[in-house]
Structures are given as structure tokens and as C-alpha cells.
């Protein structure tokens, strides 16, 4: 049963600190998507990539915020320096977009739980 | 530019009762709707997605282009329906697909 994952899952930090949040996306999803989740905001899409190279990164505040794809089974969100209101919980999700069959749906990841402090 | 509504941030009916989780969406073309549910202490996973026309858990949605409209409906509520239930919407626009989610609804079942 191929699942998306996520490392770490919880993770609390000072504010100052680097965080990097890793995800496998599923074998053979040509997608990875970043989403980031609050009370207030609900789900927010960060980035996204499509065969590793990002295509949307909007939703993304640049300054602090990155994403990469090093290779097909790893992608990373790290944000330096964190502050407190980066608390949330950051899902990764992938898919395959595109094709014969296609319906954009997005597989889940169990997302990491972020406390900076 | 695209988006995707969902007026009630939480919902509590009683066991039996009917449901109607509403999910209002902007944009121009022909989107792609689905519908999301988190359980507690479980991921999101896809409930519904508008192009296969099917029941899930007894949940339908139809979408309604004239009003642009996804509503999540279930005739009859359980218990185990409590959860989180996202909107979203996935768009072809300017080169690149676009994928949005509402804020959610969260849906509580009373005894």
C-alpha cells in the first residue's frame, strides 16, 4: 500500500532556528505538492512540483522559505530563520497529473507537526 | 481569479439528520472539483471528486455550474462522519494548473 511520508512529524524549535521538513512522495507520481495547515487559514498550498521542477511557488514567502526536489523520492521545505507564526502543520501530498486517466487527485502525507517557539 | 468558499466553519447535525456541506468556487473554465475528509488523527484523504459522479460513505455532490456550486450532502448523518471536510478545486489556467482547497468545514455528529 503505497503511502506518501513525512519526516520528521513533530517538531518544536526556537525561534532563530532552521527547520527542514522532508517527504517521500508515492513511486511513479509525477506531483509533489507543500501545504500548509491552520485553524485560521485552513489549507494553504506553499509550492508545487511537477516532474522536480517547482511551477507554482506563490503561495511561498520567499524571504524565510524554500523548496527542492533533489530527486524523484525527496522533497524539502526549509525555512530559515523560523519565527512563531510558522506553527502550523505542513502536509506533503503527490499525484499524477496529466496522462490518460487522470483526475488530479492528491495522495496525503501525515504532516509534520510545527511548534517554534 | 480561482477560488473556492465554504461558509461554515463548523457544522453540527444530529445522528440521522440530513447534511449539506456547502462549497461555493470562482473560475472561468471547466474545473475539476473533489472533496477532501480528515478524521481525526488521520491524513487527508479524497472523499468525493465531482467527474466520477459517485456515493462515497453515502455522500453525493453534484456539480452545479450555474451556481458553481459543490455541495456535500448525506441523507442521513452518522457519528463516524464527524471530521474536517475540505473543498477543492483544480483549474487549467495562464500555462499552469492551479489547485486550491477551502477552509474547511468542520462537521460534528450528535448523538
Known amino acids: ?117 | 481569479a480561482q477560488r473556492v468558499t465554504q461558509p461554515e466553519k463548523l457544522l453540527s447535525v444530529f445522528k440521522g439528520a440530513p447534511v449539506e456541506l456547502k462549497c461555493n468556487y470562482s473560475y472561468s473554465g471547466s474545473p475539476e472539483l473533489f472533496w477532501y475528509v480528515q478524521y481525526s488523527r488521520q491524513r487527508l484523504q479524497l472523499l468525493l471528486r465531482h467527474i466520477s459522479r459517485e456515493s462515497i460513505k453515502g455522500f453525493t455532490a453534484d456539480l452545479n455550474k450555474g451556481e458553481t456550486s459543490f455541495h456535500l450532502k448525506k441523507p442521513f448523518a452518522q457519528e463516524e462522519d464527524s471530521a474536517m471536510y475540505y473543498c477543492a478545486l483544480t483549474a487549467f489556467a495562464s500555462g499552469t494548473y492551479k489547485y486550491i482547497f477551502g477552509t474547511g468545514t468542520r462537521l460534528k455528529v450528535l448523538a
Not at chain 1, 506553499?46 to 511551477?55: I, M, Q, S, T, V
Not at chain 1, 502543520?89 to 499524477?96: E, R, T
Request: with cysteine.
Open chain 1, 1 to 117: 500500500d503505497a503511502r506518501v511520508t513525512q519526516t520528521p512529524r513533530d517538531k518544536v524549535t526556537e525561534m532563530g532556528q532552521e527547520v527542514t521538513m522532508r517527504c517521500q512522495p508515492i513511486l511513479g507520481h509525477n506531483t509533489v505538492f507543500w501545504y500548509r495547515q491552520t485553524m485560521k487559514q485552513g489549507l494553504e498550498l506553499l509550492a508545487y512540483f511537477r516532474n522536480r521542477a517547482p511551477l507554482d511557488d506563490s503561495g511561498m514567502p520567499k524571504d524565510r522559505f524554500s523548496a527542492e526536489m533533489p530527486d524523484a523520492t525527496l522533497a524539502t521545505l526549509k525555512i530559515q530563520p523560523s519565527e512563531p507564526r510558522d506553527s502550523a502543520v505542513y502536509f506533503c501530498a503527490s499525484g499524477l497529473a496529466g496522462g490518460v486517466g487522470s483526475y488530479n487527485e492528491q495522495f496525503f502525507g501525515p504532516g509534520t507537526r510545527l511548534t517554534v517557539l
